[in-house]
């Protein structure tokens, strides 16, 4: 009899951010598959919880993928966490999900928090439907990524680095429409920034921009005429 893999949604910033039933799959699973293992026993320790664990991420996926497709063929139950967030949402977690449903393994999500969708609940624009990109092209594509954004029909939410987000919104400075930046969400340092995309350019050139960003940016104004610039 097959184990069962848990799709674990872990918290963005804030520890406290992780729900009953996260809690109780993490301390009940036999194996959690995690993105750095140092960064998971933190959270891990914070609620008193001691399974083993075993690193999943970009460069390790190939060399582990496969030990956790046995352990889970041998009848074992394993949680896919990542550092931060719902896994499978623009990191190698859909592989995992993808070859566990293949070999017929019982796949189940346990959800919680999520950045882009913590930032468009706060948006203050219409976000009854939306485009996701996860995260830009660092070059190949880079460009057409964004002229494809002034032109959709829809809200668009990305991610963006620190080392990258003035060149973005340089990008963009000029665009009709408004940006709503997340950074550092639900962290000690979080700020929520609304306006024109020059205007948003224009703060960020004067104040911090360490940190992880999530980016909403409205090509129309969505009926929201008046959104207050912070």
């Known amino acids: ?134 995260f830009l092209p660092h070059k190949k594509g880079r460009q057409t990524s964004i002229q494809q954004m002034m032109i959709s029909k829809v809200p668009v939410i990305f991610y963006e680095s620190t080392h990258r987000i003035l060149k973005t919104l340089e990008a963009l400075t000029g665009a009709p429409g408004l940006l709503v930046i997340g950074r550092e969400l639900t962290k000690k340092f979080e700020e929520i920034v609304r306006g024109r995309p020059r205007e948003v350019l224009e703060y960020f050139q004067t104040h911090e921009t360490a940190g992880e960003f999530v980016v909403v940016y409205s090509p129309s104004d969505n009926n929201q005429d008046d959104i207050p610039f912070d």
Request: hydrophobic letters at 45%.
């Open 1 to 134: 009899m097959t184990g069962k893999l848990y799709i674990v949604a872990t918290p963005i910033g804030n520890l406290e951010d992780i729900t009953l039933r996260a809690l109780s799959v993490l301390k009940s699973v036999d194996l959690i598959a995690c993105e750095d293992t140092r960064h998971t026993k933190i959270l891990l320790d914070r609620h008193n919880i001691h399974r083993p664990l075993i690193s999943y991420h970009q460069h390790s996926r190939l060399q582990n993928l496969t030990r956790i497709l046995e352990a889970l063929a041998a009848g074992q139950s394993v949680a896919l966490v990542t550092d931060a967030g719902t896994p499978g949402i623009s990191d190698p977690g859909n592989i995992l999900v993808h070859d566990a449903v293949a070999a017929g393994i019982k796949v189940e999500p346990i959800p919680g928090p999520s950045a882009l969708i913590a930032l468009a609940s706060v948006a203050g624009i219409a976000m009854d439907r939306f485009l996701f990109l996860g």
